[in-house]
């Protein structure tokens, strides 16, 4: 069964530090998908990435960046040059015959 | 464009009760998903219906039940309540699969007292 495991339950960093967060995923799928989002305060769950297993290309986007190595089944997402409103609950995620997150990854940036 | 809504926001319920909480997808999506999210867990897969049909079932007992109708909207059912059912439950829409970007609604806070 898949599984999507997140080591860091809390991680604090003071702005502008980069930060990583790490996703380890399990599957014996050929093809798959995983995806990060974002949860802040307010609860909703904001849609970050989505990246199939056979795109090993790294992604940029602004301040966020997501590192894919299918050798060693992990989906790691940096935030470079942290913000106060990058603060949340960030959570990776697996498709399947269910869709799998992982237990989540509090981030707090202190000003 | 609307995104995902959901109803109502929140909910208190006694032990034993039923609830039925209300999701409409966004306009074009035909799949909606079920989540329960503890407080300081991930959310837990509980349905995904789609074209009205339940197309996957996570780990969770048969006092919870699903359906959708032909507007896409869809209805998450739960009976008699436990203490442990109190949680943020979350829908979200998508254009088919599992595989294809999930879309959330902002949840309903379900209190079981």
């Known amino acids: 069964a898949q599984k999507v495991t997140q080591a860091q339950t809390e991680i604090s960093v003071v702005e502008k530090e980069d930060v990583t967060l790490d996703c380890v995923y399990e599957?014996?799928?050929?093809?798959?998908?995983l995806f990060w989002y974002k949860q802040p305060p307010s609860g909703e769950l904001v849609f970050l990435i989505r990246r199939n297993s056979f795109d090993e290309q790294n992604e940029i986007s602004g301040r966020y960046s997501w590192n894919f190595q299918k050798s060693t089944s992990s989906f790691n997402f940096t935030i470079t040059a942290s913000q106060v409103v990058d603060s949340a609950v960030y959570f990776c995620?697996?498709?399947?015959?269910?869709?799998?997150f992982g237990t989540g990854t509090s981030l707090t940036v202190i000003p | 464009d609307a995104g995902v809504t959901q109803s109502p926001t929140h909910l208190i319920k006694t032990r034993g009760q039923q609830v039925t909480l209300r999701c409409s997808p966004i306009s074009g999506h035909k799949s909606v998903s079920w989540y329960q999210q503890v407080l300081g867990q991930g959310p837990q897969f509980i349905f995904q219906y789609y074209e009205k049909e339940e197309r996957g079932r996570g780990n969770f007992p048969d006092r919870f039940s699903a359906r959708q109708f032909p507007n896409y909207s869809s209805e998450l059912n739960v009976n008699a309540l436990l203490l442990g059912d109190s949680a943020l439950y979350l829908c979200?829409?998508?254009?088919?699969?599992?595989?294809?970007?999930?879309?959330f609604g902002p949840g309903t806070r379900l209190t079981v007292l």
């Open positions: 979200a829409s998508s254009l088919g699969i599992l595989a294809d970007t999930q879309y």
């Open positions: 995620a697996q498709d399947g015959n269910q869709f799998y």
């Open positions: 599957t014996r799928d050929t093809t798959y998908y």
